[in-house]
């Protein structure tokens, strides 16, 4: 998953410089905090990509009908579709629109057709504009929602492509599953300083069947907590699980629920994304998968891994600083003692997974706590091993003999199986 949290950290830089309505800004922040980040990159000279992976809450109870519906392929948008909803759109599935409109600076707006099921509904659109599209069109024109009879779904996710000649992008957008009493929807979009709307017809009788929609309810035992996994929906375009969250240092390691797998037929479904939202009770999560397999023998949901707490009791000599110290099992270098105007900085590195808990250091005669973290940046080693190095700030001017550490988070190995009843 290093890749994918790479990815939309680079997004999240993006996102931040662009000015959003006021309800759609505090979605995507808060989205970009618990989601694992994905690394844009590029496919050869010919196409850019970018990407958004905002993933939300959706826990919805309605069904969709039980019989696919096959249309048209819709054509020119195989370099935004890959894996499942690549196989979906050649076999035909969705629903064609063609509706169109006209931005400002003159772009063509086309929604030219929508993918749905019980997970999510897809967007495929096309910006066309003969005299050229820049980052003056593209930046300020964001998805939000899109909204109908019992339908107020949220933007979640987005890719798109511009052509080498920047005259034409093709993309697609996933929001949050529609209501099937719908017959007709709006898409709420930003326009440079102008909020707008589209809207076009939907026919829920062609959206997707669910492939399992079924109940989990159990709990598991973590260090600081427990973790309850309410329900899975798997749809031909997604597998969802949906539970709460009630563990103390659950935002102490990034995206814990990357240690948790769903394996069917005894192979791991590939991890997509998810996302957390709290609630009274606790922290609503979701985790995304791939689609399942059409013929289902077993299906079992195992936390292999999940943040942990380590009581440590630690005491660090700063003399030597030529190998590592062992953490239960974790690695710490202490890379290098510096005094300056501010105070005493110490340079330590860790494993990725790795937040210290009570830092102090001793003097003569005298315990400093840790006054602020300075500086962090993750690196990766010729192995492949990804070290998180920071510099830890001491408010004072005496010289450290010892580092003091009380204890740590860290994404800890447990291994408890939950096996999902095959119907």
């Given at each position: ?161 511009l052509n080498d000649d920047k005259t034409e992008i093709k993309g697609t957008t996933a929001f949050e599953p529609v209501s099937p009493f719908s017959k007709k929807l709006t898409l709420h979009y930003n326009d440079i300083d102008t909020r707008e709307e589209i809207n076009f017809p939907y026919d829920p009788n062609k959206a997707m069947y669910t492939q399992i929609k079924q109940s989990i309810n159990k709990t598991l035992k973590v260090d600081k907590g427990e973790v309850t996994f309410h329900s899975i929906t798997a749809t031909p375009t997604l597998s969802v699980i949906n539970g709460l969250l009630q563990v103390d240092n659950f935002d102490r390691v ?170």
């Amino acid at each position: 998953m290093n890749n994918i949290e790479k990815r939309l950290a680079d997004e999240k830089k993006r996102m931040d410089s662009i000015t959003a309505p006021d309800e759609l800004e505090m979605r995507l922040r808060n989205a970009l905090n618990t989601t694992p980040p994905r690394r844009a990159k590029r496919i050869g000279a010919i196409w850019k990509v970018a990407v958004v992976a905002l993933l939300f809450m959706t826990i919805f109870g309605y069904q969709y009908n039980a019989v696919a519906y096959y249309s048209k392929k819709l054509f020119g948008f195989d370099e935004v579709t890959n894996g499942t909803l690549k196989e979906l759109n050649d076999k035909g599935m969705g629903q064609m629109i063609e509706k169109k409109t006209k931005l400002k600076d003159g772009t063509e707006f086309i929604i030219n057709g929508l993918m749905a099921d019980a997970n999510q509904l897809i967007m495929y659109y096309t910006l066309h504009n003969p005299k050229g599209i820049d980052d003056q069109t593209v930046n300020p024109f964001l998805f939000s929602k899109i909204t109908g009879f019992l339908t107020k779904s949220n933007m979640e996710s987005g890719m798109y492509i511009l052509n080498d000649d920047k005259t034409e992008i093709k993309g697609t957008t996933a929001f949050e599953p529609v209501s099937p009493f719908s017959k007709k929807l709006t898409l709420h979009y930003n326009d440079i300083d102008t909020r707008e709307e589209i809207n076009f017809p939907y026919d829920p009788n062609k959206a997707m069947y669910t492939q399992i929609k079924q109940s989990i309810n159990k709990t598991l035992k973590v260090d600081k907590g427990e973790v309850t996994f309410h329900s899975i929906t798997a749809t031909p375009t997604l597998s969802v699980i949906n539970g709460l969250l009630q563990v103390d240092n659950f935002d102490r390691v990034h995206f814990a629920q990357e240690g948790i797998e769903l394996i069917a037929n005894g192979t791991p479904i590939p991890l997509i994304g998810g996302g957390s939202q709290s609630s009274l009770r606790g922290i609503k999560f979701d985790i995304r998968y791939d689609t399942l397999p059409e013929k289902l023998d077993s299906l079992e949901l195992v936390m292999k891994k999940f943040v942990g707490y380590e009581t440590l009791k630690e005491k660090i000599s700063l003399a030597a600083m030529d190998k590592p110290i062992s953490l239960h099992g974790k690695d710490l270098w202490v890379k290098n003692v510096a005094k300056t105007s501010e105070g005493i900085e110490i340079t330590i590195a860790t494993d990725d997974d790795v937040m210290l808990d009570g830092v102090s250091i001793e003097t003569q005669g005298e315990i400093i706590p840790l006054k602020t973290t300075v500086r962090q940046h993750e690196t990766e080693q010729e192995n492949g091993r990804m070290l998180k190095e920071r510099t830890l700030l001491f408010d004072t001017k005496k010289e450290p003999q010892y580092l003091l550490i009380e204890g740590m988070h860290y994404m800890k190995t447990y291994n408890h199986v939950i096996e999902i009843p095959v119907k």
